[in-house]
């Protein structure tokens, strides 16, 4: 499949580095994939609609200002994307990453997940709906390298070492 980019959306918590080591993996591989994620910066995220649109005295009001910029974002480059990546972490609940995959889902994208073994239950309807769970970042860039070039993680290393 060459001459192609793949455009994939990550998704889901960000206060761990796991974007970093997939996008890490991603140059390391060589794999012609464009990543694309929501706005990570919490803050920004959660003010954006008032340092736009003006104060809310309302939290509810503010938040939504934000919530509703935010889905332009989210929706317009999950749309586009051609894999959504989800990570749900350990320590915060991912509502918006459970949105995401719903949303994901709805639209007939292909989905991995990524979260620790202790979620397993409570993602069991997401799982069921994805094309695969991981476990680790490294994983999903496995899976990429598999998708995009029929390329299992031991062929990888043999390539590499033969160049």
């Known amino acids: 499949m060459s001459g192609r980019s793949w455009k994939v959306y990550l998704s889901g918590e960000i206060h761990s580095d796991w974007r970093e080591r997939i ?14 994620a929501p706005v990570t910066v919490h803050a920004d995220s959660d003010d954006c609609g008032v340092a736009i649109f003006g104060d809310e005295p309302d939290k509810f009001w503010h938040d939504r200002k ?10 317009t480059l999950i749309s586009e994307a051609d894999v959504v990546v ?3 972490g350990e320590q915060y609940k991912q509502w918006n990453a459970a949105f995401d995959a719903g949303y994901a889902a709805a639209l007939g994208k292909p989905m991995v997940t990524l979260h620790p073994t ?6 069991k309807e997401v799982d069921a709906a994805a094309s695969a769970v991981a476990r680790a ?10 998708v995009i070039r029929g ?4 062929q990888a290393a043999r ?3 033969a160049e």
Do not use: K
Request: proline share 6%; glycine share 6%.
């Open 137 to 146: 970042p490294e994983q999903v860039v496995q899976a990429l390298a598999y």
């Open 86 to 88: 989800v990570r749900f």
């Open 23 to 36: 996008a890490a993996g991603i140059a390391e591989a060589g794999l012609p994939v464009e990543l694309t």
């Open 151 to 154: 390329q299992l993680p031991q």
């Open 66 to 75: 934000g919530a509703q910029l935010n889905a332009i974002r989210t929706s």
């Open 159 to 161: 390539d590499a070492a």
């Open 118 to 123: 202790e979620h397993d239950h409570a993602l």
